[in-house]
């Protein structure tokens, strides 16, 4: 099955909160080698003028990955998995994201783009914190490789 192209402008519903913790955002500036004190150190962010620690920019990612779950999840995508890579990733802040943020997202499928049957699918996820204040918008492009027409005989 190809992908859908009746997912363009599709909106899944939003997220269920997700409450960024501080050791979270530990784990993550550790994990993506992000060394500068206020991604681990309380005083050191609030030196810099934040409640808490301020997650790295690709944090975002954490929650974006709940709205592609969605997308991944709907029966009608054409979407495989197993032929699916995550092309491109880019981030547009309104304000960085701090420990005790509570944020809610929500995807939407902007385009896809059909190359030789393989198949490009942008989609924007707006974070909004627990005001309903926009936060971040996480925008990321999905590589679905076509589907294999050989059958394994030898020519």
């Known amino acids: 099955m190809a992908v859908n192209q009746d997912l363009i402008g599709r909106e899944f519903p939003p ?3 997700y409450l960024v913790g501080r050791e979270k955002v530990r784990e993550f ?3 993506v080698f992000a060394d500068a004190p206020q991604h681990t150190d309380v ?8 409640d808490d620690v301020v997650a ?11 709205t592609l779950q969605q997308l991944l999840a709907e029966p009608d995508s054409g979407i495989v998995l197993a032929r699916t890579i ?9 304000r960085p994201i701090v420990a005790g943020d509570e ?4 995807l939407r499928v902007t385009g896809i783009r059909m190359m030789g049957g393989n198949a490009m ?3 924007a996820a707006e974070v909004v ?5 926009h936060v971040v918008t996480a925008t990321s492009v999905l590589l679905v490789g076509a589907e294999s027409t050989d059958k394994g005989e030898a020519a």
């Open 43 to 50: 005083d050191a962010a609030r030196a810099a003028g934040f």
């Open 86 to 94: 995550h092309a491109e990733q880019r981030f547009a802040y309104t």
């Open 103 to 106: 944020l809610t997202a929500q």
């Open 129 to 133: 914190d627990a005001d309903g204040a």
């Open 56 to 66: 790295p920019p690709t944090f975002a990612m954490v929650v974006q990955d709940l």
């Open 29 to 31: 500036a550790r994990a």
């Open 15 to 17: 997220t269920a909160p």
């Open 121 to 123: 699918i942008t989609s």
